[in-house]
């Protein structure tokens, strides 16, 4: 794409080269080469992108006489060139071709495939599922009966998909997702202990672009429906289960669980090995650090705290107030351990 283009979609202003540059790719600082975008945030930054081979640099404004060090480069500055080189790198990615239907694949009866959609070898597409326009379902894949599969969606090998889920647009599935399973709900006989399932009948709506990583499971709802907002983004291994409404923008990240009937608030960030009980309700805009625990049926917001503020340890509380009680129980240690000596 010529620079320019870039210019277009993205914003941003030229203050030094040629909109006519062609760009072919980003890359890091020691790799990039004459068609390759790189970008910079800080001085320190700023400095080895200005002595780098690459045909531009995006980054944020500076003195223009320090761009003269490489009068080849062509300069875009914009206020957050990260995103703004992370959104070019969409751009310039290649789409890969439609392979169209794979001769080992399977495809039922009823089911509707959209202009330009591949579908991989040994991959199942069940009765009267409909897959939206240049979707790509990989190898190895199973979708159900009846779910619904929006357009642009990138569905990795061995993913599953149960009968009914529902897919937005633009959503991306990495290997070995499950979606649609049963949730873990049973009802105990009080008299003989026998478990016995309560029923999963639920849906599970997806909506557009989420992406979800490998090895993750987000299970169907018992009675009503399990949702993942819009733009969502989950690590691998994660797992969210039946009745969860997370919403929009909310990151969770690998080994994170939730249980049954919890909320999650737009914008939430769940760090990594994080565990939420059922029935709880995390707030807009929380975050809750690595290995944090929040119990059943409680709730966890950013109410009365400065914006940013971490919630950490178990139960789940603003960062600050942990670190005061540990420093307390460090000072009553010391006065004991002094104490003992003593006597």
């Known amino acids: 794409m010529k620079l320019a283009e870039l210019i277009e979609a993205l914003g941003g202003k030229l203050a030094q080269g040629n909109l006519e540059q062609m760009i072919a790719g ?6 990039a080469g004459a068609t ?31 761009y003269a060090a490489n009068p080849q480069l062509a300069v875009v500055e914009c206020d957050q060139p990260r995103l ?69 969606c990138r569905i990795y090998p061995r993913v599953v998909i149960y009968p009914d889920v529902v897919l937005g647009n633009r959503v991306v599935l990495h290997a070995g997702v499950v979606l649609g399973a049963d949730g873990f709900g049973y009802v105990r006989d009080a008299a003989s202990g026998v478990y016995t399932e309560f029923p999963q009948q639920g849906g599970l709506v997806i ?26 983004k989950f690590d691998n291994l994660v797992h969210v289960a039946h009745n969860c409404e997370i919403g929009e923008d909310v990151i969770i990240v690998a080994l ?16 990594g090995q994080v565990g939420i009980g059922d029935h709880a309700h995390i ?4 975050i809750l650090g690595g290995q944090a625990g929040v119990f059943s049926g409680k709730t966890v917001t950013n109410d009365g705290l400065k ?7 178990t ?29």
């Open 315 to 343: 139960p789940a509380r603003p960062l600050p107030q942990v670190l005061r009680e540990q420093a307390t129980l460090a000072r009553l240690a010391r006065r004991q351990t002094s104490k003992g000596r003593r006597d």
């Open 307 to 313: 914006p940013g503020t971490v919630h950490w340890g």
């Open 256 to 271: 994170a669980g939730l249980s049954g009937s919890s909320t999650v608030g737009k914008g939430a960030i769940i760090a």
């Open 207 to 232: 909506e557009d672009e989420v992406e979800i990583g490998a090895n993750s499971t987000v299970d169907r709802g018992a009675l009503g429906v399990t949702r993942v907002g819009r733009g969502a």
């Open 84 to 152: 703004w080189f992370a959104r070019a790198a969409k751009l310039l990615r290649a789409e890969p071709p439609c392979e169209g239907i794979h001769a080992s694949a399977v495809i039922g009866k009823g089911a509707k495939l959209g202009s330009g959609v591949t579908v991989g070898a040994c991959a199942v597409i069940g009765d009267d599922a409909v897959v939206g326009d240049h979707t790509r379902i990989e190898a190895g894949a199973v979708v159900g009966e009846r779910v619904r599969i929006g357009d642009y």
């Open 36 to 66: 390759d975008l790189v970008f910079a945030e800080d001085a320190a930054s700023t400095a080895k992108a200005l002595a780098t081979s690459a045909a531009a640099a995006v980054l944020k404004a500076a003195a223009p006489e320090s």
């Open 283 to 286: 707030g807009p805009g929380v």
């Open 26 to 31: 980003v890359s890091s600082y020691a790799k």
